[in-house]
């Protein structure tokens, strides 16, 4: 992995949090076995550099620009670099594709060299206006997200007492999921969402649909209901019903975000 920083004026030596910011991510490939490859994204839940005043929230990974892969004797090396990325481009690479949002930004960040003082690519009409293009043109390369807050309710179906089933969503990622909507059912793609005790596919079809299964749920989306369903999920607290999905309601709850000790930082909802 490589890391390409913009340095002030004063300093000397590369910056102490960055090197351990490259050391962690080994540690996380190698502990894990998950393996990052270019075009992959990164929510590191606050500020890339802790206690820093930056808005680099997420990380993106690209071959690096100037360091091609090379043969050894023990195997092939690829140098994927790591770029640090505002929580609204972060929202466009899961909306889009991370290598089109970091491309059309590239001639504001040349190399890919993160600068924690920067301010959002998007701010940028030329970006802006290309980000929103090309979500408009391909759809989200995004078929899988992770998303912590996710529950299911079973409703009760009883001749005296019937209720709907309930969905349950964080807020914080909410909006991130109704703009995947957009990008995934509308262009006639699934989507999935795995928590951490629960997979829920979202897929399009002709007729708006449900079923559930053991920590599975199945929810089928004709393009009205995809639409309907997109507009209400926002991040606040809510709770709704979709009109032309019956039996099924969603609820956003409060997401806590807390620091490296536990501590709520930010409350979205």
Known sequence: MTFRLARKEE??????????????????????????????????????????????????FVEDPELPAIDTPNGRVEFLQMVGMTGDELEATQAWNTLGVLSTGLPYMPYYITDLERDSLLRIPAVSEAVHRGMEQDGSSTGFLFVSQLGWEQGKNGWLNKTPSILQLGAKQAEVIAKLLRGRILKGNRLLLVGPDLRVTLEPGEKPGWSSGEGEVRIVLDERAAAELSERLIPKESKFEVP???????????????????NVVMVIG
Not at 34 to 50: Q, S
Not at 248 to 262: L, R
């Open 11 to 60: 300093e000397e030596e590369p910056p102490a949090w960055a090197l351990n910011l490259l050391q962690n991510m080994g540690r996380y490939v190698f502990n894990s076995g998950n393996v990052f490859r270019a075009g992959d994204h990164l929510d590191a839940n606050g500020p890339i550099c802790l206690g820093a005043d930056t808005l680099l929230t997420a990380l993106a």
């Open 244 to 262: 032309s999905l019956q039996g099924v309601a969603f609820q956003i709850v409060k997401t806590n975000i807390t620091d490296t000790e536990g």
